[in-house]
């Protein structure tokens, strides 16, 4: 019932079979398991902790309790978790593969290089492996070191969606266009209907470029970004969140928990700490789930919504005092409707703060670019004419760095705007 998918009948079997054996140490595991596949994660670690209790020497309970705990950001716990499993069975590859990308996870680049290198020594053919060797590669500038993980890989997996996602990015990052087209050509003729794929060939061609980034783009992003996106994040030094909560509190001076805002692009909430003090209630909306999940875990957002967020806004007319969008609409080019749907979920005089990234091409036609990293830019003038179309008053734009992007720094529009 578990492999079929059929989750609630096998929950029941499930503890029906430890009313009949309490400690039995297969069903507390796998009872673990179907939590995290239902997203109930804090109720799978004590299921899973549970099983290890009943049967201590099992390695894969260790490397699965490991990953429920990775899963809920308790990274010191699940090193634990994965080197006993690795002192129990010295041939648990998944066990060395999360420890790497644990490692990697918290900028222990060079521990998460060795675990990895001995990996793919062990098995050649792990293309998982490669895969996360190659994001260590590009994390740490190395970025000919990446592109040969990623094509020794695709020597053995040559379909691996993974393998050829890391590879463009390291082209991109090495500003090989030539080989970037190539490699997304070829991976269009062999399956036509990949977004990613897709995507990224319009931004290196300008072929078929979107008005904005497609909802599956953005699903399949973030669905995959979700673990491990905060601390990613901080490697890049990254400052959106920040930005948007200091240009709030300093339009609304101080707080008084009276307002309704909504986070729109919330992903995990990072945005949450500098809104929850001005907010009486707080929404988050975004398209990815596993966003959304572990955004919940800060227990800071009163209501949590994946949707499109256009047509949530659009939904709630008149319904916020504030709007804050952090590193969102870098996935929109054109912005007429979410500064339409803005203006409509916002009351008279509400408050409109968000980033987008800089278009330094001021002559530029459309006045916004789809850029080979898979993002858009957008040129000044253009955004503060959009606003203004939308019903808001002349906004307020200013020159900002937003993260470090190949160990470059971004450039960015921090915009504050009120409704007329």
Request: with cysteine.
């Amino acid at each position: 019932m578990h492999r079929a998918g059929r989750l609630s009948e096998a929950e029941q079997q499930y503890q029906q079979a430890l009313v009949l054996e309490p400690d039995n140490a297969d069903a507390l595991h796998l009872y673990g398991l179907l939590m995290v596949s239902l997203g109930r994660l804090e109720q799978a670690a004590g299921q899973i902790a549970r099983a290890i209790d009943a049967k201590p020497g099992v390695a894969i309970f260790h490397n699965n309790y490991g990953n429920v705990l990775m899963r809920l950001e308790r990274l010191d716990e699940a090193e634990q978790q994965y080197r006993q499993a690795i002192v129990l069975d010295s041939d648990r590859v998944d066990a060395m593969n999360n420890l790497g990308v644990l490692l990697s996870r918290r900028g222990q680049h060079a521990d998460a290089e060795k675990v990895l290198l001995r990996l793919v020594e062990l098995l050649p053919q792990f293309s998982d492996a490669r895969q996360n060797l190659a994001q260590v590669y590009i994390a740490t500038g190395r970025l000919s070191e990446a592109v040969d993980q990623c094509l020794k890989g695709l020597v053995t997996t040559p379909a691996n969606r993974g393998l050829r996602h890391v590879l463009g990015l390291a082209y991109g990052a090495l500003g090989w266009v030539d080989e970037a087209v190539e490699l997304y050509r070829n991976w269009l003729e062999e399956d036509p209907d990949d977004v990613r794929a897709r995507h990224h060939y319009s931004a290196y061609t300008g072929q078929g470029v979107p008005d904005r980034a497609s909802a599956a783009y953005v699903r399949m992003t973030f669905d995959t970004f979700a673990e491990g996106f905060e601390s990613k994040l901080a490697d890049l030094d990254y400052r959106a969140p920040a930005l948007v909560g200091q240009a709030l509190a300093k339009a609304l001076g101080e707080p008084r928990a009276a307002l309704r805002i909504a986070d729109a692009g919330c992903g995990t909430g990072l945005c949450a700490r500098f809104l929850k003090p001005y907010a009486r209630e707080l929404v988050g909306v975004d398209l990815s789930r596993p966003m959304l999940e572990r955004a919940a875990l800060k227990q800071l957002y009163d209501e949590l919504r994946q949707a499109d967020l256009v047509e949530f806004l659009q939904s709630r007319p008149d319904a916020f005092d504030a709007l804050i969008s952090a590193d969102t609409l870098c996935y929109f080019g054109v912005l007429d409707g979410f500064a339409a749907a803005a203006r409509h979920c916002l009351l008279p005089g509400g408050r409109l703060v968000f980033t987008v990234e800089a278009l330094d091409d001021e002559q530029a036609t459309p006045p916004w670019r789809l850029q080979t990293h898979g993002r858009y830019s957008h040129r000044r003038a253009y955004v503060e004419e959009t606003l203004i179309a939308a019903g808001f008053q002349a906004p307020e734009i200013q020159g900002v760095f937003l993260r470090n992007e190949s160990k470059k720094p971004v450039a960015g529009w921090l915009v504050i705007a009120t409704t007329c």
